[in-house]
């Protein structure tokens, strides 16, 4: 009798272990509980689209760099005549007027800025205007300035609300959004241009 219940037992743990082996435990996650009401969605603010077409007009080729400054990385040149689809700006800086453009070519697209005197587009009759004014914080937690145009920059300084700071008249895309840049203390540094009103 004992060597039957031995029998029947190990016959059943047998079953256990192969049942295991078959067809394994699966955890069930509980389904996500929807946003309260005092949670916001967060903002997200959309890239630049492209607009209407113009053309390359220097001679030697034209720059596409990462910002709107000679002393911003150079992405690649452009070659006179070719296509481009200005998308924002122009910004004043550095003592010319910077236009963000996408480019296509050889099945790769290039978006950053270039010197708007040499696209075709280019309206000379338009006075110089440095850019630079002032704006205020709007921002009720505070504002985050960065040492460059993106989220994953260092932060050097979170200003209050109401703040006034000193626009440098650059601005830039970044991590899907637009960034001023700012004179803080000695600093040129980055704030996120959806928390920043005009004084």
């Given amino acids: 009798m004992r060597a039957k219940a031995r029998v029947v ?11 295991l082996a078959v067809f ?3 955890s069930h996650a509980a389904p996500p509980s929807p946003p309260s009401d005092s949670e916001s969605a ?4 959309a890239p630049p689209i492209p607009g209407a077409a113009t053309t390359v007009t220097a001679g030697l080729g034209l720059r596409l760099r990462e910002g709107p400054s000679t002393w911003d990385r150079i992405l690649t040149i452009m070659r006179y005549g070719q296509t481009v689809y200005p998308a924002a700006g122009p910004v004043w800086s550095g003592g010319r007027y910077w236009t963000y453009v996408f480019l296509y070519r050889s099945g790769y697209t290039y978006e950053g800025f270039c010197a708007s ?3 075709a587009n280019y ?6 205007d ?5 704006v205020r914080v709007t921002a009720g937690l505070g504002l985050r300035l960065r040492w460059g145009p993106a989220t994953y920059y260092g932060i050097y300084r979170v200003v209050p609300y109401g703040t006034i700071l000193q626009t440098t008249g650059s601005t830039q895309w ?3 959004l637009e960034w001023t ?5 000695g600093y040129n540094l980055w704030a996120a241009s959806m928390y920043l009103r005009d004084v």
């Fill in 24 to 26: 394994p435990m699966m």
């Fill in 117 to 119: 005197q040499y696209l």
């Fill in 9 to 19: 037992q190990l016959a059943c743990l047998l079953a256990v272990l192969v049942g």
């Fill in 130 to 134: 440095d850019g630079t004014g002032q």
């Fill in 174 to 176: 970044g991590s899907g």
């Fill in 181 to 185: 840049q700012v004179s803080y203390r």
């Fill in 42 to 45: 967060p903002i997200v603010q």
């Fill in 123 to 128: 309206d000379p009759s338009i006075p110089p």
